[in-house]
């Protein structure tokens, strides 16, 4: 039944553009504000070999999790599991993916729009001509319209190349989008390790310190892994729906999780050692987010030698990183609109991303004229952002695995990743254990903790 070909249904024409499609979503803010600094503060390559261990038993797998349900069931998240499982509640699974796409959008735009004012401030001269960059980043947060035009340019771009569909669209985009971001990561790397006390912040970064490591930071490690693969919502099972069946999808998985691990290392040498070069301010006293992007870089960019150009760049990329991953996103709404509702592409867009975009604004003003309002203690912005990382992203992944693990089971999994049979690899047997017993508890055992502790994911 599952592997009826769907006739006309749009898909990847290339193995490069669903590389480039998967890892342009998995790269974005989070490789470049969360992952130098909590890799830095936690022990640094002692962080760094429990990340990468993550990635590989858990993230991959779950990864392949993904993509197996979509490729098989050639459906958007929500049908994917109606088709897998008909008759059974698991399409909830698929709902809360819908529903985590939109709470993750309205927080990730607001963010996103910030990037093209910093970019523009960048342009114009203003950034390096400011004394004090906290209180830059507050007069343009708390401005009530400056950052919803922002967030409303970031939305329309992100439709124009979801409406253009996924070969013409996204794959077009982020085929050429993924190379420049690399290109220009890699300029602003060569300028960071070449200047003065860099040494000394690679150190920093790379020398393991097993001290620092204890049960909060395994489980942080688990947290950026799991968020920076974009695992948990249905974004892959939605790119899988669109993967070739001739596609060899461990394969895929791997070299998306290398393009993303890769990338967030390359991001720790542009952002540390500069760091260590400029600021004044002590790495660990530091937090991830708004306040290393928006107000300790750019005093580091003042600081250095041709650093106007170097803010242009940075800031650009920041911009391209997130777009990839807010197109991936909004897909997820936009195919579950088209396939389930029966819209055409050009409707789901324009419903998905006004919708998303009301929302989007009460995020937004939950930094000026919704500031004093709170639920659970939270302003809207940072309830959204908890809401989606730490619980909707985790259990999502967790229902996705026990799926896979349980229900869809092993020949069906394996029938799906070994393309019928044509591809023999002792690996798949491993990767469905690890899909059925491990993962599950690893990720059951984060889903927990993150519902108490901050800052996991
Ligand atoms: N991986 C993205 C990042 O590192 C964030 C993210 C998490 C995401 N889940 C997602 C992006 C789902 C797109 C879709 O910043």
């Known amino acids: ?6 006739g006309n249904r749009d898909s990847f024409g290339s193995k490069f553009g669903v590389i480039a499609a998967a890892a342009g979503s998995a790269v974005g803010l989070g490789n470049i504000w969360r992952f130098p600094l909590v890799t830095t ?3 640094g390559g002692a962080f760094l070999i429990l990340y990468i261990s993550f990635i590989v038993f858990i993230g991959i797998p779950v990864m392949l999790s993904e993509f197996s349900i979509g490729r098989r069931a050639q459906l958007n998240a929500f049908g994917s599991f109606k088709k897998l499982a008909p008759k059974t509640p698991w399409y909830l699974v698929g709902f809360l993916g819908i529903l985590t796409a939109f709470a993750i959008l309205s927080f990730y735009s607001a963010v996103a729009g910030w990037t093209l004012e910093y970019l523009v401030q960048a342009i114009s001269g203003k950034l390096l001509h400011t004394d004090d960059y906290v209180k830059n980043f507050a007069d343009f947060s708390t401005d009530v319209y400056r950052p919803l035009i922002w967030q409303m340019v970031f939305m329309f771009l992100t439709a124009i190349v979801v409406y253009a569909g996924i070969k013409k669209g996204i794959e077009k985009f982020t085929k ?12 602003v790397v060569v300028r960071s390790v070449s200047l003065p006390g860099a040494a000394e912040g690679i150190k920093y970064l790379f020398v393991p310190d097993w001290s620092a490591v204890n049960f909060k930071t395994v489980l942080m490690a688990l947290g950026q892994a799991a968020f920076s693969l974009s695992i948990g919502m249905g974004t892959l099972i939605t790119y899988g729906s669109y993967i070739q069946k001739d596609n060899h999808l461990l394969r895929t998985s791997s070299q998306v999780a290398l393009a993303d691990t890769s990338i967030a290392i390359l991001s720790s040498l542009m952002v540390i050692p500069a760091i260590f070069a400029f600021s004044s301010v002590s790495i660990d006293q530091m937090s991830p987010g708004p306040g290393l992007v928006f107000e300790v870089l750019p005093a580091v960019f003042k600081a250095m030698p041709g650093g106007v150009i170097f803010a242009v760049v940075f800031f650009f990329l920041l911009a391209v990183a997130a777009l990839t991953s807010t197109i991936s996103v909004l897909e997820v709404v936009v195919a579950y609109l088209k396939e389930e509702l029966g819209m055409t592409r050009g409707k789901a867009t324009i419903i998905a991303s006004v919708s998303i975009s009301v929302l989007g604004v ?3 003003l939950s930094f000026s004229s919704l500031s004093g309002f709170h ?3 939270l302003n809207i912005f940072d309830l959204l952002n908890f809401a989606s990382a730490n619980i909707m992203l985790t259990f999502g992944a967790l229902f996705i695995v026990v799926f896979v693990g349980w229900k869809l089971g092993k020949s069906n999994f394996l029938d799906e990743i070994s393309n019928k049979g044509e591809i023999k690899s002792v690996l798949h047997k491993i990767v469905f254990f690890i899909i059925r017993y491990i993962a599950p508890v690893a990720i059951g055992i984060i889903a927990v903790a993150a519902l108490f502790i901050k800052g996991l994911t």
């Open 375 to 377: 639920i659970f203690g």
């Open 362 to 364: 009460l995020a937004t």
């Open 1 to 6: 039944m599952a592997n009826i070909p769907s």
């Open 41 to 43: 503060q936690n022990g």
């Open 176 to 187: 050429i989008l993924m190379p420049v971001l690399v290109i220009l990561i890699g300029v």
